[in-house]
């Protein structure tokens, strides 16, 4: 093992770390990342629904789903759901969440730069900033299976990432539950500028009833610029680009379009399926 690899480990057994995906641990993520409305988000669904839809709307597909309390939101209005994400881990507990809370939701294991659906669905959603799959060859190729899986006038509804590049990002935050609290903090720092690479670190500091661990996952993510993301759109041509807007996790606002505001940290984009 290399000396830099050696002392890496060495610092991490010190430290209690365990250096691996943290979308392998559902419960702590859930907790971390529970400060959601999923109420709210699906109210506002429901109004960009009513607003731009072409079609009826009978069954939503979440991408990258975790463990959708948003697809457990919408199962319990009475629609169809159907959640899709590459990591077994987090659907197996979605399944068992659904499960507990008598509610039909289904799940297909797939990489969302290649999937298709058996039944199509009327409106496709994906939150947190999960589109991040690391060439504009793979943005084009997941847009070929949304548009496979969406139905003709369907709404695709893209939580999107940051899109200031110019500053680096350090954030932290604590949830707990049930005795679990878990510390998050997510590091952005830009990597190569030519090749549009930044580094993204998710720390998870967990204290479980009493049982310490730390998960730290550190990715180096390509860097999507906003007029690059509508050429894609374009170079696609399955979708039309009907705006991008200022938000903030849970609502998002219609009235202001990203070209007047000036802080573009939360945003979303909104397809329809031509
Ligand atoms: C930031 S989490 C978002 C989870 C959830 N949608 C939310 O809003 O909290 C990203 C999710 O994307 C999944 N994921 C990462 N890469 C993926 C890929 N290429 N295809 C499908 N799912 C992927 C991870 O397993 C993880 O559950």
């Not at 990203?258 to 939360?266: F, I, P, R, Y």
Request: aromatic content about 12%; some cysteine; glycine content about 6%.
């Amino acid at each position: 093992m290399a000396l830099a690899a050696c002392m890496e480990s060495l610092f991490n057994k010190r430290n209690n770390i365990v250096d691996m995906n943290i979308y392998k641990q559902p419960v702590y993520y859930e907790i971390a990342f529970g400060f959601i409305d999923p109420k709210e988000q699906v109210d506002n669904f429901e109004n960009l629904i009513k607003k731009f839809s072409e079609i009826k709307v009978n069954r939503f597909l979440d991408i990258a789903c975790g463990p959708s309390l948003q697809l457990r939101e919408i199962a319990r209005r009475g629609y169809e759901a159907i959640g899709l994400d590459s990591s077994p881990q987090m659907l197996k507990y979605l399944e068992k969440k659904a499960k507990e809370e008598g509610l039909k939701i289904e799940t297909i294991r797939a990489d969302m730069t290649d999937f298709r659906l058996k039944k199509k669905v009327d409106f496709a959603f994906i939150m947190m900033g999960s589109l991040d799959v690391g060439s504009d060859e793979k943005i084009l190729s997941h847009l070929d299976s949304v548009a496979a899986s969406l139905n003709k006038g369907g709404l695709y509804f893209i939580q999107n990432k940051l899109l200031d590049w110019t500053k680096a990002e350090k954030e932290s935050w604590t949830m707990e539950r049930n005795g679990i609290t878990v510390k998050t903090t997510f590091e952005f720092r830009f990597k190569d500028i030519l090749d549009q690479i930044y580094t993204e670190k998710i720390t998870l500091e967990v204290d479980d009833n009493g049982k310490r661990r730390n998960f730290v996952q550190k990715e180096d993510l390509k860097f999507v610029f906003p007029q690059e993301f509508k050429t894609l759109i374009k170079l696609n041509g399955k979708f039309e680009f009907l705006g991008w807007w200022k938000g903030n996790c849970n609502t998002w606002h219609l009235d202001q379009p990203l070209e007047k505001v000036k802080n573009l940290d939360d945003n979303m984009v909104l397809l329809k399926r031509k």
